[in-house]
């Protein structure tokens, strides 16, 4: 190779993200919220693959949405020529994997999920190529109480997490009759007005019609809004079903607007839907969306199984979190120790296994080409690593088989203390000391004993 010729650099797919070492706790504070939230309701995880094939997504989400027509990346097997698409979404795969393990056999099951979906399509704020979902299944419960539970999940979600500004839209879609009488209707008044048709909205006039109800064409909206609302042709069970939902949430005091354009995106929805929504990301206001698919676990091929869920888009709401000016500072430890000599050194490795023995996190001061070994320099990177307690171990320490423990971390106007330790008595004295500091702030203890 020419010494003078440049090496093209290898970027990263568009639409498909690093999640950088600067962001990581604030997706460790959401996950962590996440899995408390949903295990204080029973929920247990499941884990499916990121690949499946391709008919188990344009069975369920329907052959004429988005998601199958313009935004799955799916491909050709080249071992043995399956079609396989990486999942735009996880309730197909979830309903798959308990149908093929036989879940609901002992009764009915409440599951979650966390991970990466895959839809091309334009990256923009919060919504990318590669996104992650988190979401919630509850397979086997017919009544409107699960319905309410899950939104009242969600609710306690966003209070732990400190978000305010998101709202919640309900709607119910009926049945497939139901749907049926008003999709007649439907048609017939949208080809009253076929000259306000968009595109996309004419190609679905008579496959889809109901997803023109959930068109964010401006200049489609006053018609759409005077179109025959599906909660009209509601018979007594769907509206009793919806009105038990409601019923719930008012109780608990849940704010909702009912929003009768409400559909969602997928076909395999029936009787209750809702999103919730925020006017804080722009044009991607959706942050989480659900509602009931009694009809997809038969559409699989199992018995008639009523179920229930929701899926929420994290990137989205880490941005709210971002927004509410809550600072998610990168600690890396709760120790960084720093060493001057070769004996101190290995001396270090020693201190530093015992700490972690002790429930601490430690960073070990390695030396780089960037940075020199010197005392201040080391210091600055103790502080810069968010540590609470910088351990110093040099020459003089080890001629005392002592360690120098120093406070990083003291409120504004104190000084900084420092202490001389034992080597023994090191990791119970941080450990007491960062107890203590847990009763009073939250910030900077990583301890887990």
């Known amino acids: 190779m020419s010494e003078n010729k440049k090496i093209e650099k290898i970027v990263g797919v568009k639409g498909m993200n690093d999640i950088l070492p600067a ?10 919220t996440v899995h408390s939230v949903l295990k204080s309701y029973g929920f247990q995880q499941i ?43 996880n309730t197909a795969s979830v309903v798959r994997a308990a149908l093929e393990h036989n879940l609901t056999y002992d009764g009915p099951k409440r599951l979650w999920y966390a991970g990466p ?13 590669q996104f992650h979902q988190v979401g919630a299944e509850a397979l086997g419960f017919t009544g409107p109480d699960i319905d309410a539970e899950l939104i009242m999940m969600c609710q306690r979600l966003w209070d732990d997490l400190g978000l305010e500004d998101i709202r919640l839209e309900l709607n119910s879609i009926g049945n497939a009759e139901e749907r049926s009488k008003h999709r007649t209707d439907l048609i017939a008044y949208f080809e009253q007005h076929k ?14 019609p109901l997803r023109i109800l959930d068109t964010k064409n401006p200049t489609m909206q006053d018609m759409v809004n ?14 009793a079903h919806f009105e038990g939902v409601q019923k719930i949430l008012n109780h608990n005091n849940i704010p909702f607007t009912i929003n009768p354009r409400l559909v ?21 206001g959706t942050v989480c969306g659900g509602g009931r698919y009694d009809p997809l676990i038969e559409m699989f091929g199992g018995k008639p199984t009523p179920a229930c869920g929701f899926a929420m888009g994290v990137e989205r709401l880490l941005e709210l979190m971002k927004a509410s000016g809550e600072q998610y500072a990168p600690n890396q430890c709760d120790v960084y120790l720093v060493h001057q000599g070769e004996a101190a050194q290995l001396q270090s490795f020693v201190m530093a296994e015992r700490l972690r023995g002790a429930g601490l996190d430690v960073v070990l001061h390695c030396a780089s080409a960037s940075a020199g070994g010197s005392f201040k320099s080391q210091m600055k990177k ?13 020459e003089d320490e080890m001629a005392n088989a002592t360690a120098t423990v120093k406070s990083l971390r003291a409120e504004e106007g104190e000084s ?3 202490v001389t330790i034992p080597f023994d008595g090191v990791p119970d004295y941080v450990v007491d000391q960062i107890v203590g500091d847990h009763d009073h702030d939250h910030d900077h203890v990583h301890y887990h004993p």
């Open 23 to 32: 962001d990581a706790p604030l997706w460790e504070l959401f996950e962590n």
């Open 47 to 89: 884990r499916t693959p990121i690949v499946e094939p391709t008919a188990l997504f344009s069975r369920g989400l329907g052959e004429v949405t988005d998601i199958v027509e313009k935004e799955m990346y799916s491909f050709t097997d080249s071992m043995n020529g399956d079609n396989l698409t990486l999942r735009p979404e």
């Open 117 to 129: 979906m895959f839809r091309h399509e334009r990256p923009q704020r919060g919504r990318y190529r």
């Open 195 to 208: 000259e306000l048709l968009d595109t996309d909205a004419q190609r679905r006039l008579h496959s889809n």
């Open 226 to 239: 005077a179109a025959p609302k599906l909660l009209d042709y509601l018979g007594e069970e769907s509206r």
């Open 264 to 284: 969602r995106g997928m076909d395999y929805y029936n009787r209750t839907v809702f999103e919730w929504v925020t006017d804080q990301l722009g044009s991607q």
């Open 382 to 394: 103790a502080d810069a690593s968010g540590a609470a307690f910088a351990v110093i171990i040099g």
């Open 416 to 418: 900084s203390q420092q």
